[in-house]
């Protein structure tokens, strides 16, 4: 037991020992990703790694976390990171209320904070008296684009049904928003809306009963590609080839449905690149650079044949 | 009187017996009446697609609660099951029966692999079964995780997916294996030595270990039965969907539960039968086919389905209490 202990405690000092190696001179930046287990997240660290690889001028360390509301273990990320001292901190926060403490800590630390992906809760930082830029993309403006897309292929008063993502998401939320402006400047009809929790399965089973409730629905939009999976495999077992869909994220799995014509559009919001993007921003601050304000937008665009 | 009091008791026999199947009658007549389009062939043939892979994960999950344990992996292990499939459908350089043949074999062999292993360590042990299959909901998951880079693995030969989408007189192929699963596990469960071991198992687990007989042996049975239908319910939602995603069948564990349980068998294990769990499946499906063409919001959906299955539970409790007072 006690060779244990030790062998616990030399493993210990090892790890306090390349913690401190850090403080050298290459900045360190801390990357807090979401769940690793999601495809756009995942492939979004290998991004920034191949970024820390080429650019070779920083120290990347990354976490991510287990699922998409574990945003107790972010906390942890940020507050270990905190104690380290890293330079830079780069988070794609999971909950846009729960993680404003944490950062303005760090911020008070004197370490600078990018914040990607999903923007802080407005309100939240007001409160909190955090002024904090936001580096991510218009998932509102990228979801119109494919709103758009569709409406433009059914005209006025085409039919549509709306596959959310997560209710509780901002995301979700902004690119729900996105399509219902679609819809008004098309003047398309909605018939339903309902949330398939971003998943394949379950987008599949609630749009076929849609397809039931509804058979004279035109389109779709699904708020991620996951989702436009779901719902193109339920119009091929109905034998549908009458309904357009769209959908976003431009997912590898979609690319052969794009190239025949299963799925109308989807939006690339260019994930890989997306963290490389934000710690640039970060160390251009750090080499003492301006700091960053308001909504540094990054690219959406358009996927069709 | 003597045969008015007959039947009688026989009426609450039947009552008590048909409680389940009664229920699902209920709620069909009402979405018939209510919704315009819940009768009709094409809405039948969604919702006995929709319960499919529910159903066939609740078949194995009937094994494992009849002995009284409980498997809380089988959505994790379905993903995993599910990926290694479609890795070897992938492969470079395979016909399309060759790959189809490889990777079903490779998905219900991890399936059966991590059942074994949740029912060796579990029973070897004795440690409830509740926290070894917690344990292999994160080995699964973060094994199915592994070994894909957490990507989508998709493009599978045309067959397969047809596979997925065919119809028998309109009724889902995949359902009709989903009904054949059921049937082999009633004929285990009500005519062989294996199903007796298990009721007795999970009435009285001691009498069976002093009759002689191997209680861990039955066990591991259980549980590996468990991890096939996992692995078969890969297959299917592979064909269904035509990718294989890491992050599948989250939470799909406390559905196949919930059937289950719903279809009237006793969590304490003992009691219990695959045909109310056919039921129940039913009754979810059911539920959430109908709450959806009602109109009904995604929130008071998910409270509805909650209501309806602490509604069975009670149900059953009265049922048993019922039982033995007659």
Known sequence: ?305 | MDTTANTRQGLKELINRAGIGLALLGLVVFFSVFTEHFLTANNITNILTQITINLILAVGMTFVILIGGIDLSVGSIMAFAAVIAGKAMTMPGLGPTEAILLAVMAGLLAGMLCGLLNGFLSAYWSIPSFIITLGMLNIARGAALQVTDAQTVYAFPKEFSEFGSSLIFGVPVVFILALLLVAVAWFILNHTILGRMIYGIGNNEEAVRLAGHSVFRYKMIAFTICGLTAGIAAIVYMARLNIASPIAGIGFELNAIAAVIIGGTSLNGGRGSVIGTLMGALIIGVLANGLILLGLSDFMRQMITGVVLIAAVLLDQYRARYGRST
């Open chain 1, 1 to 305: 037991m006690s060779i244990l202990k030790s062998l616990a405690a030399a493993t210990l000092s090892g790890l306090l020992l390349t913690t401190a190696a850090f403080a050298e001179d290459k900045p360190v930046v801390g990357l807090v990703m979401k769940s690793l287990a999601n495809e756009f997240f995942q492939n979004m660290m290998v991004g920034a790694e191949a970024h820390a690889a080429r650019r070779g001028d920083y120290e990347l360390r990354a976490v991510g976390m287990q699922n998409e509301t574990d945003f107790e273990s972010q906390i942890n990320a940020v507050e270990n990171f905190i104690t380290e001292g890293v330079d830079v901190i780069v988070i794609a926060p999971a909950d846009s209320r729960a993680m404003v403490g944490p950062i303005k800590k760090a911020i008070e630390a004197g370490i600078t904070v990018v914040n990607f992906d999903v923007a802080l809760d407005a309100a939240a930082k007001t409160e909190a008296g955090l002024e904090l830029a936001f580096v991510g993309p218009d998932n509102r403006g990228g979801a119109k684009l494919a709103g758009d897309a569709l409406g433009k292929a059914l005209g006025q008063g085409g039919k549509v049904v709306i596959i959310e993502g997560n209710p509780s998401a901002d995301n979700a939320n902004e690119r729900r928003l996105g399509f219902e402006d679609s819809i008004a400047e098309y003047g398309l009809e909605l018939v339903d809306s309902r949330t398939a929790h971003w998943e394949t399965e379950e987008a599949n089973s609630v749009f076929s009963t849609m397809l039931t409730a509804n058979p004279d629905i035109q389109g779709v939009m699904a708020a991620n590609d996951s989702m436009a999976i779901g719902v193109v495999r339920a119009l091929e077992a109905a034998g549908r080839t009458d309904i357009l869909v769209v959908g976003f994220d431009n997912v590898p799995a979609v690319g052969p449905m794009i190239e025949d014509g299963r799925l109308l559009a989807t939006v690339d919001q260019f994930g890989t690149d997306m963290a490389a993007n934000a710690i640039d921003l970060g160390l251009g601050v750090v080499a003492g650079g301006p700091p960053l304000e308001g909504w540094v937008k990054t690219p959406v665009s358009l996927v069709t044949k």
